[in-house]
């Protein structure tokens, strides 16, 4: 086993499934619900301490799982002995450049998330790969995977990505994962119908369009963004969950053929009314906090739902009336949880 330098855990803040949970580590536990990096809380790696070479790290060549976490490695390379490597870690190290990979066609995983890379290259040889992460660089572009058929998890959060492109040969893509970068249009995703969570929080982007061959999407994230129209998603579906919150939704609408979701959130919108969404009967979890909603009246859309287990709706101007908990007892008398705070019997 590789010898490594293992840094302190921290706590996880708690937060919404809108985001993928498998990529992260100290940097994405420290993002809150809007998708911003809360300054508080401490940053994970300093880049200012100075990188050790690979001549001092021991290689274990019948090492399958290589775990090289945060040894403040500054550039790829010896790690030709790893003939049997399945997976390879070295997120938060200081490496620039993804080099001196060629020779680990086993490879399975590929984790390079938080270091200082500009560049997806170098990767062609690596066609047996599963899963990439290169989450918390500083990537410009998604380019150099045209080899990496088998991927099935794409991890590309918190870079400067400007647009999605180049992933036309990754055909049994089931997740993809683009938050917190600068992507102004969803597009170019036509080929990946294998696509089951697709993640896009914490963007730039103003429309929902060009998801219609997404018809196995399951999740669908496009928190802090903006979008002022639901729209787009009538093929989606097979869709479960879907994450809109932060946004500049005024109405409910355009969900006529989503009969299958079971989460719904439109938290921090502009919407007035709750409306549209009395066919959604599968409905678990209704985010609806931080809105204009002034009518209890509208709970009856929700009557339906009968699984229906968590209301949130504080911070609207219902949340004023002194029975506020109550009448949502009332109305909706399968809620087991009234905004963070679960009912008691």
């Known amino acids: 086993m590789a010898t490594l330098t293992v ?88 490496i620039k450049k993804i080099e001196n990979l060629e020779s680990l066609v086993s490879l399975r995983e590929l984790d390079l998330y938080d270091n200082q890379i500009r560049k997806l290259e170098n990767l062609q040889t690596l066609t047996e790969l599963e899963q990439l992460d290169v989450s918390f660089n500083i990537l410009r572009k998604i380019e150099g995977l045209e080899t990496l058929t088998r991927v099935k998890k794409l991890f590309l959060l918190h870079n400067k990505i400007t647009c999605i492109a180049n992933l036309d040969n990754l055909t049994n893509l089931e997740m993809l994962e683009l938050g917190s970068n600068r992507i102004r249009v969803i597009e170019n ?98 985010w609806m906090n931080d809105n204009q909603i002034d009518n209890w009246a509208d709970l009856d859309e929700l009557k339906n739902a009968k699984g229906l287990v968590t209301v949130y709706l504080e911070r609207n101007p219902l949340q004023k009336d002194p029975q506020y908990r109550r009448k949502i007892m009332l109305a909706l008398p399968s809620v087991r949880q009234i905004d963070a705070t679960f009912i008691r019997f």
């Open 7 to 94: 840094g302190e855990p921290q706590e996880m803040e708690v937060d919404r499934r809108g985001e993928s949970e498998e990529s992260g580590d100290d940097e994405t536990k420290r993002k809150s619900l809007n998708g911003e990096v809360d300054p508080e809380q401490p940053a994970s790696a300093d880049k200012e301490e100075s990188p050790v070479d690979m001549d001092t790290i021991t290689l274990d060549p019948e090492e399958e799982d290589v775990d090289l976490v945060h040894c403040r490695i500054g550039k790829i390379e010896g790690l030709e002995v790893l003939k049997k490597a399945k997976t390879l870690s070295m997120r938060q190290n200081l």
């Open 189 to 286: 995703l036509d080929s990946l119908t294998s696509l089951d969570s697709l993640f896009l929080g914490t963007n730039k982007i103003t429309q929902l369009q060009n998801l219609d061959a997404l018809t196995n999407l399951t999740v669908l994230s496009i928190q802090s963004n903006r979008i002022t129209k639901i729209e787009g998603l009538q093929n989606l579906v097979n869709l479960r969950e879907l994450y809109l919150s932060h946004n500049g939704v005024e109405v409910i609408e355009g969900l006529e053929n989503n009969k299958k979701l079971t989460t719904l959130d439109i938290a921090a919108n502009r919407v007035k009314k709750i409306e549209n969404i009395s066919h959604l009967t599968e409905l678990q979890e209704f």
